[in-house]
């Protein structure tokens, strides 16, 4: 990790706690989490999102700033209408470059709270830093140029993950609209 990052941030439902302990993560390992940016570790204090619900990217970084998009009416609300803790942790054993994505951070030990910020609901904080610019908040219909309304994008997307063994079943219960879809761009992958 850059020498220069003293501190990461990790986001929970959990408050009071003074140590974050190692859990198997999606990569399948024994990890804490991590992000350089206090507004992506706010968005995960949430365990009910994922990619089927809104669109993630960024660092936090002024070349690379965070982007979260609703994907469909109301699922913001839903998602973020709770509360939790923005935990402060030392930076010194966070690597990089494990997960896919420069946003995230991962520690093979368990570690130490520095700090505890109690953030009392995600959604009203979420819009305070965007209201802020520290990240860029698009709550449906409005969306970047590049993501289309429909979010026909997920597709490509679903089908990686089928190939990879994961269950997509959830995909068809959140956009029944998209099967046909869906099922076109499966033959024309064949």
């Known amino acids: ?24 993560s999606t990569h399948g390992e024994l990890w804490v989490y991590g992000t350089l940016s206090k507004a992506i570790s706010i968005i995960f204090i949430s365990d009910k999102g994922s990619d089927l619900y809104y669109y993630l ?3 936090g970084t002024k070349n690379n700033p965070v982007v979260l998009v609703e994907r469909k009416e109301n699922m913001f609300k839903d ?8 935990y402060t942790l030392s930076g010194k054993n ?3 470059g494990k997960t896919g994505w420069s946003a995230e951070v991962v520690s093979d030990s368990n570690e130490n709270v520095i700090s505890e910020e109690h953030i009392d609901n995600v959604f009203e904080e979420l819009k305070k830093l965007n209201d802020a610019g520290q990240l860029k908040l698009y709550l449906y219909p409005n969306r970047p140029d590049f993501l ?7 597709i490509s997307k679903v089908i990686r993950w089928e190939k990879s ?6 995909f068809f219960k959140v956009y029944p609209e998209l099967k046909e879809q869906y099922l076109n761009a499966l033959k024309e992958n064949e």
């Open 148 to 154: 289309p309304l429909d979010n026909s994008d997920l």
């Open 1 to 24: 990790m850059d020498e220069k990052v003293t501190y990461v941030y990790h986001g929970s439902t959990h408050k009071g706690l003074t140590k974050i302990k190692k859990n198997k």
């Open 79 to 86: 998602i973020f209408n709770i509360s939790g803790s923005l």
């Open 165 to 170: 063994g994961i269950n997509i079943e959830q």
């Open 94 to 96: 966070f690597i990089s």
């Open 57 to 59: 990217s960024g660092d």
